[in-house]
C-alpha cells in the first residue's frame, strides 16, 4: 500500500517530541517531502493513520544467517558454557546455509525486524564462500541472497562485508571451520563496490572488520587505504569477551580499543561493536574520535558477555546505536528495556539512563532519541527520522497493545519499552510503503513457509 498523503493525530518529531496533528507527504523518491504539524484535520485523499507515529529505527548490528541459530544452544552438556562454545556450535549452521536458504531465513528475518520497528539494518557479513571453502560461480551469490530478502520484505540494508583472515592473534591461518568467512581487503572492497554497483533501491554498502584477532595489522591498514576518501561506514567487533581483551594484550601488550585508538584513525565512520570491556581511557579515546558504540544488550546478555559501562559512555555524549546481532529478540523496545534493566542490576538503581539535568527525565525517550541518531550515523545515513529529506519511513503505536493500553501519549514511550513484552506496532512503513499492517508483514504467510523449509532442510 502507497500513499500520497499520510496524516496522524500525533507524531515524533526531531528536537521536539510529541506533536499533535501532522501531515506527511512521501515523495515518489521515497523520502518525506515534507513533514508539517498544526494540520487539524486531514486533508481529502490522506490516509488517516491510526495511531501516534514514530520514526523507523536502524538496527545497527545484523548477522541473518543466525535466525537459524536463535534458541538451538539452550542447553549445557559439559561442566560449563560460555561464549566460545557457543560459537562453536553456532558454526555448524554457518557450515551448512546455503544462498537459497539464506534468503529464507535473512526474509523470515527482516519481516520479524519490520514487526519490531526497524526499517534499516547493518549486515555484518563474513559468511562469503561454498562450504568447503572456495567461491561460488557467483562470488557474491550470498551477499544477492541478503539483498533480495531486504527487496522483498522492503527494509532498508546495508552490507557491510567482512575482513577475516585468520583464527587467532597468534594463528596465521583460519580454522577448517571458518573457511567459508576467508576474504582479503582487496576482496572485501571488491565486494563493497559491487554492491554499489547494483544501484538497488535502500540498499547500500560499507566495510567491517571481524575483530582484531581476525585481521593483521597490514591487513587492516590496507583495507582503510581503500575507504580514503569514501563515507561509507566501517565497522569492528571489539572487546566483547574478557579472553579477547586478555588474548590481544598478550599479543600486542594494549588493550582492544587502546590498540585501535592508538593505530587507526578513528572517525565519524567507525563503530565499535559490543565493546563492552572499555576503561576511561579508552573511552575518552573513543569519544574524542567521534566514532560510535554498536550495543546489543540481548545477544551480549545470551552469551554471557558482561555489561557495557553505559553511563561511562553517555556522559562521554559518545554516539550509541543498538543492534538484534544473533536474533534471540527482534524488536528495538526489548533492546532498550535490556539496556536499561542491566544497569540497574549491576549498579542497583533506576533509571540509569535518564539524565534530568540535561532536560532528559524520562529513560526510554533518551535511549530512544540517542539509538535514533546513533542508528543513522552507524548507517551513514545523513537525514533520518521525520523530517524533510528522510526516508518515508514510520511506526504506528498500536495503543490497544499489552504495556499501552490506557496509557497517556506522555508515558508511551515509556510503555512501549518497559511494559510492552511484544512488537507493539500496527503498521510500519518504508519508503513511503505499508510493510507491516495489523502488526504483521503483508507477506507473513508466505515468507514463513519458506523459512520453515529453510529450517527443515538445515537440521536434516
Given amino acids: 500500500m502507497t500513499a500520497r498523503l499520510l496524516w496522524a493525530p500525533h507524531a515524533w518529531l526531531p528536537e521536539r517530541g510529541w506533536v499533535a496533528d501532522v501531515l506527511l507527504t512521501p515523495g515518489r523518491d521515497g523520502l518525506w517531502q515534507s513533514v508539517q504539524a498544526g494540520v487539524a484535520q486531514p486533508p481529502e485523499g490522506a490516509t488517516v493513520l491510526p495511531g501516534p507515529v514514530l520514526p523507523g529505527l536502524v538496527n545497527a548490528h545484523s548477522h541473518a544467517f543466525q535466525r537459524a541459530f536463535a534458541g538451538m544452544a539452550e542447553r549445557r552438556e559439559a561442566a560449563q558454557d560460555d561464549f566460545w562454545g557457543w560459537r562453536d556450535r553456532m558454526y555448524a549452521v554457518a557450515n551448512r546455509i546455503t544462498p537459497g536458504q539464506l534468503q529464507a531465513v535473512a526474509s523470515q528475518l527482516y519481516a520479524e525486524l519490520l514487526q519490531g520497528g526497524y526499517t534499516h539494518v547493518l549486515e555484518f557479513h563474513y559468511l562469503h564462500h561454498a562450504p568447503d571453502g572456495t567461491p561460488w560461480p557467483e562470488p557474491l551469490a550470498m551477499a544477492q541472497a541478503l539483498a533480495a530478502a531486504a527487496q522483498a520484505t522492503g527494509i532498508g540494508l546495508t552490507l557491510l562485508p567482512v575482513l ?38 535502500g540498499v547500500t554498502a560499507g566495510v567491517a572488520i571481524h575483530s582484531l584477532r581476525a585481521a593483521s595489522p597490514e591487513s587492516i591498514t590496507a583495507l582503510l587505504r581503500g575507504c580514503d576518501g569514501g563515507d561509507g561506514p566501517i565497522h569492528i567487533h571489539i572487546a566483547e569477551q574478557t579472553g579477547e581483551v586478555s588474548d590481544c594484550l ?72 543498538i543492534g538484534s546481532d544473533s536474533h534471540v529478540a527482534r524488536h528495538w523496545p526489548h533492546e532498550l528495556r535490556a539496556l536499561e534493566t542491566s544497569q540497574r542490576l549491576a549498579l542497583r538503581q533506576r533509571n540509569v539512563a535518564a539524565a534530568p539535568e540535561q532536560g532528559q527525565p524520562a529513560t526510554a525517550a533518551r535511549l530512544f532519541h540517542d539509538s535514533l541518531t546513533g542508528g543513522a550515523a552507524a548507517a551513514g545515513i545523513r537525514t533520518w527520522g521525520l523530517q524533510a529529506g528522510a526516508r518515508a519511513d ?39 510503503q505499508c510493510r507491516v499492517r495489523e502488526g504483521r508483514h503483508v507477506q507473513a504467510g508466505a515468507l514463513a513457509a519458506a523459512y520453515v523449509d529453510a529450517m527443515q532442510a538445515l537440521a536434516a
Fill in 164 to 201: 577475516y583472515q585468520r583464527a587467532g592473534f597468534t594463528q596465521p591461518a583460519l580454522r577448517p571451520d571458518q573457511r567459508r568467512f576467508a576474504t582479503t581487503p582487496a576482496s572485501v572492497l571488491a565486494m563493497r563496490d559491487g554492491v554499489r554497483a547494483w544501484g538497488l533501491p
Fill in 250 to 321: 598478550a599479543a600486542t601488550g594494549q588493550r582492544p580499543i587502546e590498540w585501535l585508538a592508538g593505530h587507526v584513525p578513528l572517525d565519524a565512520r567507525w563503530q565499535l561493536v559490543h565493546a563492552t570491556h572499555a576503561t576511561p581511557a579508552e573511552m575518552d579515546a573513543v569519544a574524542a574520535a567521534g566514532a560510535g558504540v554498536a550495543i546489543c544488550p540481548s545477544t551480549e546478555a545470551n552469551l554471557g558477555d558482561g555489561i557495557i559501562d553505559l553511563p561511562g559512555w553517555l556522559s562521554r555524549n559518545t554516539v550509541i546505536s
Fill in 394 to 432: 514510520l511506526l504506528v503505536l498500536d495503543r490497544a497493545a499489552p504495556g499501552l493500553l490506557g496509557v497517556p501519549l506522555s508515558h508511551a514511550l515509556d510503555g512501549l519499552v518497559f511494559a510492552a513484552d511484544a512488537p507493539a506496532f500496527s503498521q510500519v512503513w518504508v519508503a513511503g
